[in-house]
């Protein structure tokens, strides 16, 4: 046997073998017992050696071309072998899509606090600035300011929460103390809302809530109208409701406001055409407002001749229960889980 | 409304008017007819009645009605030709007579036959239509029913109920509303009659005042030759239709008058006045009076009361006394009109606890013209009801008579106030038919509106009054919508409600469900956090510890046994997770809120914003992915770490073993959250018996609480950007065995003492005790990244710093490097 018979014997053995392999594995050991180290293709050509100078360079060429073809077969039987493979992992990898997905633990805001921050947005839109107060309110604050005086018989429509003491001291029962409180610290012009939590002593059903939210808006400067105010708040309502809305006053009480109203909007559900949201008056009751009473500027130390100003106050809850459907105001304080969890994508 | 359209014909249907009045500032709460029902029910004249044939006690009927002319079969005992009566057709639901149900049971009626006659109809009791429980005989209506009209339009009514805000006592009176009416509707009022108070004969005895304070008028007439009585029909059924009871014809004319004029009005028997005269006086001290409630009161110096010769007779502008009542043997009374100081009135009426229609209207500042008129008014009705009467002396005390006043403002204060300018005819127009005198002066720019007041208009007395009255009249529906012009403030946003949000953002993806719950607290909430026992001196509280004494108390809780504004959220947010828990496999709850802490000699309390967590149930809820194990410290640890470690603090955020552990919290499962050396919040998990008692059937409850202010307080910088290296880290994992009492922390800081700068990042991922590292040692181990900024790091440079960090961990915690 000479050495390029040996040659061509291996060729063909290795080409025969390397055709047998069915996945990669075995292509790879293939390469490892034929052009690995240890493999019959370096051991044949560790023969060279021993041929004659006559033979060794032809012998050489012939040995080379010989593993230059098994290389390239090894790569070409790889790359078909590693098709072959990656196409078997797609078909077994295959999954039901449909199955649920991996869900790490999401809490939710509550939709008292949601509903705070988009109207906190909607008026900084307008240059309002969000400002907070104290729950615990001084009567001075709560009514005095307020053009409430004690013995007047408007203190008895707001049920207070007293507590104990020496001075005379509640639970605020609106957010309007800050009214009094942001013109004493600020000279015009005053643009602010105030969101915060007001109690008023009263029996809990579906509509009424002894500890509730509210927003109250103030508005002064030396040109602020009752026109500007029913703009505002028509702006704030298409911000919430969408649509064009439209704001209805109607003549009402408020010892610090002259002249007074109450503000409706136009149901967003019905147009105004009455249905079950509205109560089918084509109206959703939002709160109370006016032109801030002179008694009230004066108290706080502005010029009323020379300033004007609105305020607002609307219920949170209220809103929420108007804009989303909820029946029963005692849900917020109740703080069920199954509740809340239905504005986990805000509100 | 027939009392309204009889002042004011404003020719409106009710729910109309109802509705331009509620526009305008009245608010009609209620537009109901009465009595409901009433269809197929006519005015019906009877024209003959016959012997029923078979029966001794029927009779047979023959009633005109119209078109309707029918013969009906009745047992009433009181049927007589000429009488007009009611007659039912069938198809009338009326009122079961026979049931004892306290709500009405109608029925539908049905033609049929009486003992073989066919009756057609039916002639209706009181009772039958809802009038009364007057079932005895058939209902007799007065001659001048027109025979074949609906009953509903003879007899029937609208009632419409307002809600008197309390500026609109002028309204408080029919009279009131329809001056209110006449203003929307442009129809004219006609005042109801009343007797000219100049023509009666004056006397200086029937009436004196003391106290001209609290009493700036006192009028009084005697009336002799009363007969006591049921009042006329007509008058009874307002009454009723206004929600009051008719008692008799004298008290019934002065509820009427309180309605139609809203003037309360007081009679008193005149015989059982000691001097036959009242005088209104402060109460002397020891003086009692039983008030007509049949309660003896006892009455306190500040208190205004009406008095004879002897003793208190009443209490002056509340109710009057037992004793001197009109009854059924009355002859002769005193009428009593009187105008007090609003003020003294709340404040009786608070002290007595009773409140009454007259308080009611007192308190809120009547007009004291206004007893004239109601004097007046009461008298023409008693001389008309009670014939032979005659007022036989008549005195008004009115030392100071309030005029009329004006108010004065420049006619483009229409426009500075409301946004757009009103013609002057329309305020003039408008204003005169609400009852003032407008007059305007001056010229162009400078034109000026004075508008006498009358002086029923208490509250209208500076120019927005004037204004308002005008706007509501005209419309609100015409005020245009324009934003506010002119500059704006400067903005400054309050920085730390921002952050809170962010925290609040940040505990939500944490797995936490926000809640917001009532702030006051009381012994059954703070005594399962104090060790079960509670009284006034245990301290209570979480971050904030005192006595419950020292607690803000409500005179008036909603829930008598929670008066106290809480100085923690844990027990409220306790009680909600523990509700949840019986729905929910997992619960993790915050809440972020005021807690109130009185600071002594400050009026107001110390309102910190507050955060509490609460998590209990299963780590994850149940599905295939679902992680084992149950919720505890470490959870509730990861989320505050996530929610709050992210900020950059003046000192680190570190938990420490609690050294006086809470008494309701698990003591070794306990830490206190500081940064540097102030406390600012307490994580840990309830004691067992603690979780039961508060709800909870979970073995482990984890709660912290954390005060936000602190943390906000201490935030030092925002981050700073800083270039990311270009170079990888290098990943080493160190296992560090200790004695068993080494905190992970001393270990951590140990190990990040000795790698130095070139540390960036330390996770424990694995702790181990076990025989093969000997007992009572544990394993720690950590992986730390390393990086440099300019360069990569060598093994050289890693392999030195590893025998650096052997040495610290061996001189610090005494720590031994494993593997
Ligand atoms: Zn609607």
Redesign the interface.
């Known amino acids: 046997m000479t050495f390029t018979d040996d040659l061509a014997a291996l060729r063909q053995r290795a080409l025969a073998a390397l055709d047998e392999t069915t996945d990669l594995p075995e292509v790879q050991a293939w390469e490892r017992a034929t052009l690995g180290g240890k493999g019959e293709l370096t051991g044949l050509l560790r023969g060279l050696g021993r041929l004659s100078a006559e033979e060794r360079p032809e012998a050489g060429r012939a040995a080379n071309m010989v593993k230059v073809e098994l290389t390239e077969a090894f790569a070409g039987r790889q790359r078909v072998m590693a098709a072959a493979d990656l196409r078997d992992r797609l078909a077994t990898d295959a999954i039901d899509v449909t199955l649920p997905g991996r869900q790490p633990a999401v809490g939710t805001l509550h939709p008292v606090t949601e509903m705070i921050e988009e109207l906190s947005e909607i008026f900084a839109l307008m240059g309002f600035q969000t400002v907070y107060g104290p729950e615990v309110e001084t009567s001075h604050y709560n009514f005095d300011q307020l053009n409430i005086p004690s013995d007047h018989p408007a203190r008895d429509v707001w049920d207070t929460f007293l507590v104990e003491g020496e001075g005379e001291v509640v639970l605020r029962t609106h957010t309007s103390p800050m009214q009094a409180r942001v013109m004493e610290s600020t000279t015009p012009p005053v643009r602010v809302v105030v969101p915060g939590r007001c109690y008023r002593f009263e029996a809990q059903d579906a509509s009424h809530e002894w500890a509730f939210h509210q927003l109250e808006g103030l508005a002064v400067d030396e040109r602020i109208t009752m026109a500007d105010l029913k703009g505002v708040l028509r702006e704030m309502a298409r911000q919430l409701f969408g649509g064009d809305r439209r704001i209805r006053f109607r003549c009402d009480f408020f010892p610090f406001v002259e002249p007074g109203v109450d503000f409706a909007v136009d149901c967003s559900v019905c147009d105004g055409k009455g249905c079950r949201v509205c109560k089918y008056t084509g109206w959703l009751e939002m709160g109370g407002a006016g032109m801030v009473h002179p008694n009230v500027l004066r108290a706080a130390g502005y010029d009323a001749e020379r300033y004007t100003g609105f305020a607002f106050g609307l219920g949170i809850e209220r809103l929420v229960m108007m804009r989303h459907g909820v029946d029963d105001v005692r849900a917020f304080a109740g703080n069920d889980l199954r509740f809340l969890r239905q504005f986990a994508g805000g509100i | 409304m027939r009392w309204l359209e009889e002042i004011v014909p404003t020719g409106l249907e009710p729910r109309e008017l109802a509705r331009r009045m509620?526009?305008?500032?009245l608010?009609a709460e209620r537009v109901e007819e009465v009595p409901a029902g009433w269809d197929n029910v006519f005015v019906g004249l009877v024209t003959r009645v016959d012997r029923h044939p078979d029966a001794d006690r029927l009779n047979l009927v023959d009633v005109d009605a119209g078109e309707h002319k029918l013969r009906v079969v009745t047992g009433a005992p009181n049927i007589a030709e000429g009488q007009r009566v009611a007659l039912a057709l069938a198809g009338a639901r009326l009122i079961d007579p026979y049931t004892e149900s306290p709500t009405p049971v109608y029925k539908t009626l049905k033609p049929g036959k009486i003992r073989g006659i066919v009756s057609e109809g039916m002639v209706c009791s009181e009772r039958e239509l809802g009038l009364s429980d007057e079932h005895e005989g058939i209902m007799v209506l007065s001659e001048d029913a027109p025979v074949g009209a609906p009953l509903k339009a003879w007899l029937g009514d609208t009632v419409i109920e307002f809600e008197i805000?309390?500026?609109?006592v002028h309204a408080f009176s029919i009279v009131g509303i329809a001056r209110q009416a006449s203003a929307l509707t442009g129809a004219d009022v006609r005042v109801p009659r009343r007797v000219d108070l100049h023509t009666l004969p004056g006397s200086s005895d029937v009436v004196a005042v003391d106290d001209v304070d609290l009493c700036p008028r006192l009028a009084g007439a005697v009336v002799t030759g009363v007969t006591v009585g049921p009042s006329p029909e007509w008058l009874q059924r307002r009454l009723v239709h206004a929600g009051l009871r008719p008692v008799n014809n004298l008290v019934d004319i002065t509820n009427y008058v309180m309605l139609e004029f809203g003037q309360p009005l007081h009679a008193y028997d005149r015989r059982r006045l000691a001097g036959g005269r009242i005088v209104a006086r402060r109460a002397r001290p020891g003086e009692t009076l039983e008030t007509l409630d049949h309660q003896r009161r006892d009455l306190t110096g500040d208190m205004l009361v009406i008095a004879d010769a002897e003793k208190p007779v009443g209490v002056a502008g509340v109710m009057g006394g037992v004793d001197s009542e009109v009854a059924d043997d009355t002859t002769e009374i005193l009428l009593e009109a009187a105008a007090f100081d609003?003020?003294a009135i709340?404040?009786s009426r608070t002290t007595l606890r009773l409140r009454t229609d007259a308080s009611a209207r007192f308190?809120?500042?009547l007009d004291p013209n206004l007893p004239g008129d109601g004097i007046a008014r009461a008298l023409s009705l008693i001389l008309a009801v009670c014939p032979g009467s005659t007022v036989t002396a008549f005195q008004d005390v009115y030392p100071e008579p309030v005029l009329p006043w004006h108010v004065t403002l420049p006619v483009s204060r229409f426009?500075?106030?409301?946004?757009?300018a009103i013609p002057e005819p329309t305020i003039e127009e408008t204003l005169t038919r609400l009852g003032f005198a407008p007059s305007f002066e001056g010229d162009g720019g400078e034109r000026r509106l004075t508008v006498t007041v009358p002086t029923e208009r208490r509250d209208v007395t500076?120019p927005?009054?004037v204004?308002?009255e005008v706007?509501?009249v005209v419309g609100?529906?015409t005020?245009?919508?324009?934003?506010?012009?002119?500059?704006?403030?400067a903005?400054?946003?309050?920085l730390d409600?921002d952050w809170q949000?962010a925290v609040?953002?940040r505990?939500?993806?944490?797995?936490?469900?926000?809640?917001?719950?009532?702030?006051t607290v009381g012994a059954p909430d703070l005594a399962s956090l104090s060790g079960g026992t509670f009284d006034e001196a245990t301290l209570v509280g979480v971050l904030d510890r005192r006595p419950a004494v020292d607690l803000?108390?409500?005179?008036?809780?909603?829930q008598a046994e929670r008066p106290y504004?809480r100085n923690t959220l844990v027990p409220s947010l306790l009680a909600?997770a523990a509700?949840?828990r019986k729905?929910?496999t997992?619960?993790?709850?915050?809440e972020v809120g005021?807690t109130?802490r009185p600071v002594q000699g400050q009026?107001?309390?110390d309102?910190v914003a507050t955060l509490a967590l609460v998590m209990s149930g299963a780590r994850?809820?149940t599905?295939?992915?679902a992680a084992a194990g149950t919720l505890d410290y470490f959870d509730a640890k990861g989320v505050l770490e996530s929610a709050l470690g992210v900020d950059t603090l003046s000192a680190p955020l570190v938990f420490v073993a609690a050294e006086q552990p809470l008494p309701f919290l698990h003591p070794g499962r306990t830490a206190d959250l500081r940064l540097g050396d102030r406390q600012v919040g307490v994580i840990g998990e309830l004691r067992p018996d603690v979780a039961r008692s508060v709800g909870f059937e979970d073995a482990r409850v984890a709660v912290a609480e954390v005060d936000l202010r602190a943390l906000f307080a201490a935030r030092v910088t925002r981050p700073t950007g800083k270039r990311v290296p270009r170079f990888l880290p290098a990943q080493q994992d160190f296992a560090i065995v200790v004695d068993r009492s080494v905190s992970a922390d001393a270990v951590r800081d140990a190990l990040a003492a000795g790698a130095g700068a070139l540390a960036t990042g330390m996770t424990l991922f694995d702790v181990f005790e076990g025989e093969q590292i000997g007992a009572d040692r544990k394993s720690l181990a950590w992986r730390v990244t390393f990086e440099a900024p300019d360069r990569a790091l060598t093994d050289a440079e890693l392999v030195k710093t590893r025998s650096r960090i052997a040495k610290v961990l061996k001189q610090r915690v005494d720590g031994v490097l494993r593997g």
Request: hydrophobic share 40%.
């Open positions: 509620t526009m305008a500032g608010e805000t309390p500026n609109l609003m003020k709340r404040r308190e809120r500042g426009e500075r106030v409301l946004g757009v500076i927005e009054d204004i308002e706007a509501r609100y529906d005020l245009p919508e324009t934003l506010p012009s002119g500059r704006l403030p903005i400054d946003r309050a409600v949000r609040r953002r505990l939500a993806a944490a797995g936490a469900s926000e809640c917001i719950s009532y702030p803000l108390t409500l005179v008036n809780p909603i504004l909600l509700e949840n729905h929910e997992r619960v993790a709850l915050f005021s109130f009026e107001l309390p309102e994850a809820v599905d295939r992915f």
